[in-house]
Structure formats: C-alpha cells, structure tokens
C-alpha cells in the first residue's frame, strides 16, 4: 500500500521552478521535495511521524508556493470565475474565500483550488497540481467575456498547528489571528506585502500567508520562524497522515478528471439552483439525479488476509492516532456502506479492508468545507 | 551558470504516475528521475558524458512515456486541431508527423508536440510539459466543433543514435527503418501493437516507438535491448548536451507561455497563408510585421570576465565536442547578432558570452524542422 520505493534522486534542472522560500528551505536541511506545478515542493525535514505530532501538539511551517495562483481580473470576472466552478459565487463576499472545484463539461474535475474574492472582479485561484491558467485561456477564448487571466507574483506558506494562532497573532495582530475560517485579510508585515488567510490542508487550526512579492520569500520566511521560535515553530511537509485523518482529499490522485464531484463526497459544491451558469451544469444534475455509480470510500486496512480485490485504493497511511491503516477506496456504490469489507491487493499480499466513516478523526472538528 | 545543487531526493508519491517501463529503469539502475506531465522521467543512468558519447557514436534507448499524448478524434478533428497550431496541417498526409507548436491568443507558447496524423480525423499530439489536454478541452468548449478529447494508453520510448536504425530494422524489418524523417508506421512486435516514428530530440539519426498498451512496456523494453545487446545499446536520459548542440528547445524554459515563436526562432512555424483558422493567428501577424522586441540566441559562454548582465539564460551545457560552454539566452533583438559580446551573472560571478549560430554543431544535419 506504502510505496515500497520511497526515494529517488531527482535532478534540479532549470526547468522546474523554485519558491520564493526555497534558499530557507535548504538551509533548514530540507531532505525531500517532490514537483507540483513545475515546481519543488518541500515535503521532509524530519520523520514523518515526527513532524505530525509537531503539527498536532504545536506550530509548523510549510513552504507551499507551488501553489499557484490563476488571477482573474476585467470587467466580466465574476462571471467568468462564476461559470467555472459549480459553486454559487454570488453567496462569496469580497473579503471571503472558498473552497472551490473547477468542473470540466463531463463534471470531471480540473482541479480543486481555494478562491479567493479580492475585489467584485477580482479572484485567485490557489491551485492544485493541474494548469488551471491553461484551462481558464482555453474557455475564455469564445466566452465572450472580457477578462485578464495571469499568474501573479503570489506565493503561498501555510502556517498550521494549535499554536498557529499565536504566532499569527503575534505577527499580524488580533484582527488578522481572528480571522473567521475561509476569510482573508490583505495587509504587510514591515512593507512585505501579504495576504493572509484561515485556511489551510491539515484539519488543525491554520492559516496561509500569500507573499506577493517573490523578491522577499527568505525575509518573510525568517520573520515567521522567528516569530514562533519560542513556541518551537518548525518547518514541515504537508503533512499526508493529518490530511487523510481528517477526510481532506488530494488532487491528482483521490480525484482527477476522471471523476466528479459525487463519486469523491464533494456533491455539496455543486449548486444547481443557482442562477449563473457553470460549466458541467448538464452533466452533473444527471450524475445527481442517477447517482454515481462508485464512491470514493474511506476505508481501514487490515493485517494479512486473502481474497478478490475490487475497486482501487487512492490513498493510505498509518495513523499513529488510530494506531491504523486508514485511507480512501474508489469502490462501486453498492459496496461503498460503513462497514462493508473488502480486500484489497498489495506488493505484500492481500489485505482485508474495512469501509468507514470519514473524517476517522474529529468528525466535528472543522475540515474544509467552506 | 549550471546548477550548483546537482540533486535533491523525490518522494516517490502515489500521485506521481510511474510509466509502463518504470520497472525495467529500476533494473537497469537508473540513478535519477525528474517530473514531467505529472509523471516520473528516467534522466540519468551513468555519468552524463558517457551518455553523450553513447548516443553520438552508438544506440540509446530513453523513456519517454512522460510525453503523453491528447488524441483528437471525431467529425470535426482536423479543423479543431489545425486551430490549435498555426501550423498548415493541410500539408500533412495521414501517416506523417509534424513538428507544431500550440500557442494561444497572444501568441504564447503553449506546448510544442510531434503531432501524428494517424488518420483523415484522428491526430496524437505528444506532449511536452503543459497540461494541453485541458487547454483543448477548454478551447473546445464553445467551438462549435464536433470532436473528443482523451488520453490514450500510448507511452513512447526514443531509440537514438547512429545504430539506432540498425535496431529498429532488425525489429521492425527495413520498411521501418528506412522511414522518411517524420513518417511513421503502425505496426506491431510479436502482438505488442506499437506506432514506430522517424523522429527524436536528440540531433542524431533516430526513432520513437510509441507502446499503445500500458501492459507490456517491459517486455516491449527487453525486446528492444535484446535488439541491440551486441550493438552496446544502453537506456540512458535525453542529453541535454546533444539536444543544445543541434540548437533543440526544451519547452518549460528556453519557450514559455510567456514567449512567442518569433522570439525563440519558430516562426517558419506560422502559416499566414493557409486557409484554416489558428487561435493566435491576429497577434503572430503583428508580431511577425513589427519584428519581436528580444530573441533566443545561441550564445558561447567564457571564463571569467565581469561587467554588466543583460537578458538572461535558458540553458546553458559544456560541449564535450566543442570544448565550450554553450547555450541559449533571450535577449534584446539589438543584441541577437552573431558576434555580439555580451556578458552574464552567474553564481560563480560574471562571464563573458559571445552571440553564435545555432546549431552549434552539423548545421547541415537533419534537425526537427518536420
């Protein structure tokens, strides 16, 4: 289930890009990155294990500028950003975030950014591991509507952990640390000009500090790490184990195109009553009216066991919470039921699974669902 | 100029799509991968010049799976796809490739595939690092145009180097070998049902084998080293080295979204003339009468020197064959000429650079210009 391989030396060519942050990341002995958006993306400094438990107990920092922005500005933005995803902008204050699923015609889905409303008609996308900016040029092109689409000079941190809040506190002050989840404050930090917002990909309390000046990714970096130093403020990978725990699906493997919104759980964003149009509109009241016919399950591993596998397991850690296997399974619905069992095959053999509830933690602590 | 920090180790994610030879690059000890299109790319297997001298004096097989294909296919196929490339792709017969380029409404660069003709209606478009299959899917939106979007299982491998085509014709026997420079066949080996094209990024003589099933990419990779065994074939990764010296572009960084054809020397690509639309066509036509503002230039790049910089760097190699550094720079237009002296910031400090002729090396010899 784990790769068995775990390592791969990866050459650094000029190609692929790097974050603002990236001398910082080296220097504090960055031992993995891995590549999304055409760009490194740190993902170890320490056990993994180890840098869990910092991100539940404490603070941690995470270097995620691959996250990239789409920015959609001109007079007909909002209806434009309006018509790519199936959620109901009209109901997103400026001020307000949320999380969003760019749809394709079929309802696939393209990518699942956060949105930001920076104005009446201007938005970011923060962006998953696909070329929404390609996406948003290529429907853009007949629209009809007259918009600027870039990629900005934007480039996110996430500040994650029960202590996230001091810290932020202590750098921005009460308002920003206040801030209501999925809501943004743009503001500077000495001049470094920055947005800040409560969100993040942990289910622990977070925030994300957009930079918007890439000539000053190491200075920020350092005003952060130090700001938090008492509190043992440490940088880390996003953090897999947390992420699963808490039901929080990645692009690019628990959903791609290949999927829709209800096969992963994520019909809620889809706001069919609304009155501005979005594309994948047709497709995705049928799939709502059929219902899909495979769910993405959560689903608890088994030691060893043998049988017939079926469906496909899209992710799967150990939980040192729930001192288990825990991930998620694309399984047709009729198996897709708490506590259907199942076997799924492994490098290592078969293994029994068992469908359960998602999130496996906290079930009614926060999870993205703004 | 080359990178100071050589590697960084990779997490090999679920996310990260491993191609139908990633086993046999394992065995065959490949000792680097980097990401492309989302999938993972073999780069280095032994020393890089050992590489170089591999494919100029022998045969060297890479995997190129990473080059994945968008098939265009439906009633409409050929006139949407001649839209996508200001290519005239009336000119290109079912059977024969074309070197394209994908740009968008300004003119940008979106891509750069091999695109194949493999029937009346039915196009593959082998990709380099963007994500196309969503910028045609977006562009085909509200087009008008009847087509369908997908990709196929299709993984190809690049067999290169002067006794590249004593391979293929032992497996493909002689009318495969003796292809016309950008013609292909549909074939199989022993029922591996294959596409085998004239083609490659290499500068040497050169074939592409495009596996269309996913199941049989090892058995496909040990057939084609049994071929060559006594030949001294090897896998290696695409040489960078060779690929400057025949003056190839490698998009992501000497071509960007950011960059037209007529700055980095693509600009016998635009067909004014044709008949069928192409989406850029307004803006490459101002760009082709008023003359781009700054060029790609092949440069030769000294030892020490120190003055001031101007443009910048794309790519940049030493040429064992040359004894020089060389490489490409986009520069002011004023400052494209053969002789110019220019000079560059480097982390080691600045170096003198001399403007030179590309390619640096058999300018007389076949280079992707199909």
């Excluded at 220097?27 to 869990?52: I, Q």
Aim: net charge negative; aromatic share 8%; with cysteine.
């Amino acid at each position: 289930m784990t790769p068995t391989f775990d390592m791969a030396l990866i050459q650094r060519g000029a190609r692929l890009r790097r974050s603002p942050y990236f001398d910082a990341t080296l220097r504090a002995g960055c031992r993995a990155y891995t590549v999304y958006n055409h760009m490194f993306l740190p993902t170890r400094y320490d056990d993994l294990h180890a840098e869990y438990e910092r991100l539940r107990t404490g603070v941690t920092v995470w270097d995620v500028s691959v996250e990239r922005q789409v920015e959609i500005t001109g007079p007909d933005a909002f209806e434009f950003t309006n018509l790519l995803t199936p959620r109901d902008l009209s109901k997103c204050a400026v001020g307000q975030g949320k999380y969003v699923l760019i749809t394709a015609d079929d309802g696939g889905i393209v990518n699942d950014p956060v949105l930001l409303r920076l104005g009446e008609n201007h938005f970011w996308l923060a962006l998953a591991d696909s070329d929404v900016l390609l996406w948003a040029k290529g429907v853009a092109l007949n629209s009809g509507l007259d918009v600027r689409l870039c990629e900005p000079d934007v480039s996110p941190m996430q500040v994650q952990g029960p202590k996230s809040k001091e810290v932020v506190r202590r750098l921005f002050g009460d308002g920003v640390a206040g801030l209501r989840y999925y809501f943004f404050a743009e503001t500077d930090l000495d001049g470094i000009p920055v947005v800040v917002t409560r969100t993040g990909w942990s289910g622990e309390v977070g925030y994300e500090i957009y930079l918007r000046d890439g000539s000053r990714g190491v200075e920020l970096w350092d005003r952060v790490m130090d700001a938090g130093a008492d509190l043992g403020i440490a940088p880390t990978g996003p953090s897999d184990i947390r992420r699963i725990e808490a039901g929080i699906l990645n692009y690019g493997i628990d959903m791609t195109l290949d999927t829709n919104p209800y096969e992963v759980g994520l019909g809620w964003q889809v706001d069919h009553g609304q009155e501005g149009d979005f594309i994948g509109r047709e497709a995705l009241a049928r799939i709502a009216a059929e219902g899909p016919g495979r769910r993405l399950a959560g689903v608890e591993i088994a030691g060893g066991a043998d049988g017939e596998a079926i469906g496909f397991v899209t992710s799967a850690v150990w939980s040192p919470r729930l001192q288990r296997n825990i991930g998620y399974a694309m399984v047709p619905t009729a198996f897709a039921e708490s506590g259907t069992r199942l076997r799924v095959a492994t490098p290592d053999g078969e293994r029994e699974v068992v469908v359960v509830r998602k999130p496996f933690v906290d079930p009614d602590k926060e999870i993205p669902k703004s």
